[in-house]
């Protein structure tokens, strides 16, 4: 009798070659023991609901969902979670017999590396840069952590209006113009939320906003981090941090919901990523 084939999971997104999913979850998988089959696949915005509908009738067990699907991802789903309801964007598909269940593990797993980090949230006054969604994904988790006020700077100031409404039930939400960031004072957590280096964007911020004890954290890994974090070096954060952290935490958030076990010792996945991530 041949031996039954490990349950199926993937990651979608455009592009996805260079996903860095398929390698985490393989390590998470050997950490618990746990046998799994775990590809990247790449889907056009356009593709998306087709191709969960039809991985969900060829049997996947699970998914993560990139850039730039995540939104509708959360309209292709039958069920969401409180996270991915609030943050109107999904990471993570549960698979359910009707259909998928939408979660959003990115606050989560920004909290967790945070913590690492040996950042207290609790009382903490926090400057997020940027009003999308990925801005989105981790505010509620952030206000579950503690923070005291979160002010959010946008370039577009009605879509930090609209971030502050939207989630005003998490907490103090308090928006702000780029060119207001001056008169704001200093943080002790700056998050940079933006695509402004993927774009080519220059990020033009007052050094004054970063606090004597403050940490500056890129919620992007690699070359699209560089722009902030050398920003932040020069205006004297004495923590810097990319966000492959967060990555890896986000993804062991994921694999517990699908196992019922959370991977042991992400510390140990991250340092071996910090080899090969670009």
Known sequence: MSESRPPRFAVFGQPIAHSLSPRIHALFGAQCRIALDYRAIELSPADLAAGLARFHAEGLAGANVTLPLKELAAQACIELTPAARLSGAVNTLIRRAEGWCGDNTDG????????????????????????????????????????????????????????????????????????????????????????????????????SAVGTAGTAYDLSYGAAAEPFLAWARAAGASTLADGLGMLVEQAAEAFQRWHGLRPPDTAAVLAQLREVAP
């Open 108 to 207: 989560a797993g920004l909290v967790a590396d945070l913590g690492r980090l040996g950042l207290r949230l609790a009382g903490a006054r926090v400057l997020m840069l940027g009003a999308g969604g990925a801005a989105r994904g981790v505010v509620p988790a952030l206000f579950d952590a503690g923070v005291a006020e979160l002010v959010v700077a946008n370039r577009s100031a009605e879509r930090a209006l609209a971030l502050a409404a939207d989630l005003a039930c998490c907490g103090p939400i308090n928006p702000c113009r780029w060119d207001e960031l001056a008169s704001r004072g200093a943080f002790g957590l700056i998050l940079n939320a933006t695509s402004a280096a993927r774009s080519g964007a220059a990020l033009v911020l007052p050094p």
